[in-house]
């Protein structure tokens, strides 16, 4: 069983920044992909950021500029920084792997901008 963990969510104004973490298990560049998804109130989860096993990154059309995906191989952690946040911001944000044709799931952080 994978195990994912995600924190940093919380409350912020627009604007503001916010960090989010994702602990995975050990060795994340065995995955496929790390990705980052959210699902906003009433609506599907979407992707917001990918990044592969080989670094390449993808950033979704509706928060490029803003949010940035990376890794710490050593701590086996995958961040998504968020920028300049805005009300249509606020999701439940998920951190997923994907091995072969599977994905892992952690259970997401509440991401809230308002003022």
């Not at 627009?14 to 065995?30: D, Q, V, W, Y």
């Not at 009433?42 to 990918?50: I, L």
């Not at 300049?84 to 998920?94: C, R």
Request: charged share 15%; proline share 3%.
């Amino acid at each position: 069983q994978v195990q994912l963990v995600e924190s940093g969510g919380g409350l912020v104004q627009p604007g503001g920044s916010l960090r989010l973490a994702c602990a995975g298990p050990e060795n994340i560049l065995r995955f496929n992909f790390m990705t980052w998804h959210r699902q906003l109130p009433g609506k599907q989860r979407e992707m917001v950021a990918s990044l592969s096993q080989r670094g390449n990154k993808i950033i979704d059309d509706a928060v490029k500029g803003r949010f940035t995906i990376s890794r710490d191989t050593t701590a086996n952690v995958v961040f998504l920084d968020m920028n300049n946040l805005q009300p249509e911001d606020t999701a439940v944000y998920y951190c997923g792997a994907t091995l072969g044709v599977v994905n892992y799931w952690g259970k997401g952080t509440l991401v809230t901008v308002s003022s």
